[in-house]
């Protein structure tokens, strides 16, 4: 049997690394929910959860050292971008997008164009909370490691 210590070279198994994928697609579903949009069948969100843990997993392991704080800010920021499309693109059915999903693009004939029209403020409030998310996701993947020499210290007293 092969140690931990043969498989990764840095030491250390990398369960923090891939939680950030879980992390990031539970608060980009919990942000996409609360700007009004719909969640896609339970089986996409695990997958997309997966893919984001794989994704994370690369990043860490292609980076020769600790990434800093605007890595992790971009890399959660884009993470949350494709998180939504992804979330808009999955919950109908077919997978085809929503036709009011416009993303600055002309309005569809039955959607009034007032600038406060629900689904302005609706599409602002989703911006919002995926930005919230991407926030919330890279602070937690860069306090990491506090987090991590804790849980030694606390387990060798």
Do not use: C, K, N
Not at 4 to 16: K, N
Not at 25 to 38: D, R, S, T, V
Not at 42 to 54: D, N
Request: charge should be positive; proline fraction near 9%.
């Amino acid at each position: 049997m092969e140690s931990m210590q043969a498989v990764s070279p840095r030491g250390h198994t990398g369960a923090p690394t891939w939680l950030a994928g879980p992390l990031a697609a539970g608060l980009g579903l919990a942000a996409h929910l609360g700007g009004g949009g719909q969640s896609p069948a339970a089986p996409l969100v695990v997958a997309l959860a997966a893919l984001v843990a794989l994704a994370a997993v690369l990043l860490g392991h292609l980076a020769p050292a600790r990434l800093p704080g605007w890595a992790i800010l971009v890399a959660s920021a884009v993470a949350q971008q494709l998180l939504h499309l992804a979330l808009a693109a999955f919950s109908t059915a077919g997978a085809v997008p929503l036709p009011d999903h416009m993303h600055g693009g002309l309005p569809a004939p039955d959607v009034p164009s007032s600038p406060t029209a629900p689904e302005a403020q609706s599409l602002h409030l989703m911006l919002y909370l995926h930005a919230a998310a991407a926030l919330l996701a890279a602070a937690a993947v860069a306090q990491w490691g506090r987090f991590r020499g804790r849980a030694r210290a606390s387990l060798r007293t």
